[in-house]
């Protein structure tokens, strides 16, 4: 597109009706949608969102057997000289 010098504007508007470019994305999704032979391009994640979903999901994990087991158990606390220190 540079090649060709083409302008390229984005902005925002508020409905596709009477917008001639819109009518002609809407009309190529709907032929789109309607469409069986066409391959899904969607089907893929990427590498590094699927880590950060499974590092949230261990870290969920985590924390909810840790509210259900340890935690519980550190109750008592005794002050010494040197701070304080768990039973």
């Known amino acids: 597109?540079?090649?060709q010098e083409?302008?390229?504007d984005f902005s925002?508007?508020?409905a596709h009706a009477?917008?001639?470019g819109n009518e002609l994305a809407d009309q190529l999704a709907k032929e789109a949608a309607?469409?069986?032979n066409i391959d899904e391009s969607y089907?893929?994640?990427p590498k590094g969102e699927v880590m950060g979903?499974?590092?949230k999901q261990s870290v969920i994990q985590w924390q909810r057997?840790?509210?259900s087991t340890t935690k519980g158990a550190i109750t008592k606390w005794d002050s010494t000289t040197k701070g304080t220190i768990t039973k």
């Open 1 to 3: 597109m540079e090649q």
């Open 65 to 67: 057997e840790w509210d």
């Open 53 to 55: 979903e499974l590092n």
């Open 34 to 36: 309607r469409n069986k």
């Open 6 to 8: 083409w302008k390229v």
């Open 43 to 45: 089907n893929r994640f």
């Open 18 to 20: 009477g917008h001639r």
């Open 12 to 14: 925002w508007i508020k």
